[in-house]
Each structure stands twice: as C-alpha cells, then as structure tokens.
C-alpha cells in the first residue's frame, strides 16, 4: 500500500518484511522454537533483548491475565486489544515470552508503542498459530537479539531484487544490451492483478530463470547459433 503506482511501473519484486543488512549492532534477531521446530517470526518493536523458555499455554486474545501458574510462554491470538495489552497479560499471568499469531492470513510486524515489557515478544502468521495451538504443552523458547540484520519494506527493497536480476542476466554474456535484457525481464515477468500490464504491478513478477532462457535464446554467445531474423543482439543501443 506504500508504493508508488503509475505508468512507470514496469515490474514487481518482493519488498515487505525483506531481511536486509543494517548498520551493526542496530538490527533485530529473534528466533521461536517449539520442541526442536523453529518458526518464522518478526520481534515486536519494542520488545526487550531476551530469551524465554516455557511450556506453550493457549492465552486466546490475552484481554486478563494468562493461564499457566508461571513460566508459560503465551501464544496469543492478535486483534481486539493492543500489542502491549497482550503481552503484559501474558506477563501478569507469570508468562515468560509471548508469540501472538495473526488474525489474518500471513505475517505481520507489530509493535509496543512505547510500554516497558520484561519479556521477549513475537508475531507468527496465522498458519504457524494454527500449528502451534495443535503443540500446547510443549517445550517453547523465544530470543529476541541484537543484530548486523533486519527487516525492512519499501521500493528499496524490491529495487535490489529486479536490478540484481538484471545484473544476474547480464553476467552471462555482457554483449547482450541493456535494451534486450530490459525485454527479457518485462517479457517473462508473472503476471499479477489486471491482466496484462498495470500500474500497480507492471508487467509482474521479476523471473530470473525465464529471463535469462528468453535472452539466451534469442542472443546466443554464439554468433553462429543466432536465429535467422533476429536482429540487433549483442549491438550497443544508440
């Protein structure tokens, strides 16, 4: 929802939630595991750098304080109360770490507004929840670090995508031009949204593997191999 759409548009690449290199020291790790399973997971801003170990209580929308006597890690179901109102639920009922799994499907990135909290705090996506609320009673442990890594959203995300897509093609044979790898990209992108070309998407989804077979093809290293009436591959763009 925060990118730019227009006739400009030409192709779409992943840019939400992208693990990205950050200045050292300023990036977030944190990792959940359950039994000896690890999940895919994004630590709420503003969750404390630490590490809780407990079994896995079901705390539904955490609106009172969490069930378990202590030493529970709280899985707990996002919407209706505020991130914070959640996780200090989840430490009120003696909890010790709190994974809050979407309400909807995929991922998401929360954060505390500010509250002071004691304990690590994560989002799953909805899939993950619904694994895990078949693990209650298992052994469940959570880590939120400090990192050289983060993730990040933006159009600066999705540009290293496509423009290390073309550098990929282009390193096969830099006789091929600018121009015929431009097409390439454009002709073999996934279309998504309207059919066709659109001003949210472009063309589509960047394909790497496609983009070089196409160019390849067509523009052979070979100058003997080029397909008869196939003109300008390997010719500087003028």
């Given at each position: ?92 009922g003696g909890g010790v770490a709190a994974i809050i799994y979407n309400n ?135």
């Amino acid at each position: 929802d925060f990118s730019q759409r227009n006739a400009d548009v030409e192709l779409a690449a992943p840019g939400v939630d992208v693990l990205s290199t950050m200045p050292p020291g300023t990036g977030r790790t944190a990792d959940v595991t359950v039994g000896v399973d690890a999940y895919a997971n994004t630590a709420l801003i503003g969750s404390p750098n630490a590490t809780g170990t407990g079994p896995l209580v079901d705390c539904g929308l955490a609106q009172a304080a969490c069930p378990g006597g202590g030493g529970q890690a709280c899985l707990i179901q996002r919407g209706t109360n505020t991130f914070a109102n959640k996780v200090r639920n989840c430490e009120n009922g003696g909890g010790v770490a709190a994974i809050i799994y979407n309400n909807m499907p995929g991922s998401f990135s929360g954060t505390l507004g500010g509250t002071n909290t004691n304990i690590p705090s994560v989002g799953i996506s909805d899939t993950d929840g619904a694994v895990l609320l078949a693990r209650l009673g298992q052994s469940a442990t959570v880590t939120v670090g400090v990192s050289d890594y983060g993730f990040m959203s933006g159009t600066s995300m999705a540009t290293p995508h496509v423009s290390g897509v073309a550098a990929l093609v282009w390193s096969h044979n830099p006789a091929w031009t600018a121009s015929e790898i431009r097409t390439a990209l454009q002709t073999t992108a996934l279309d998504l949204g309207a059919p066709g070309r659109d001003n949210t998407f472009g063309f589509g989804l960047v394909q790497a593997r496609a983009a070089y077979d196409l160019v390849a093809d067509l523009c052979p290293a070979d100058p003997d191999k080029l397909e008869p009436g196939i003109c300008g591959c390997g010719v500087p763009d003028t």
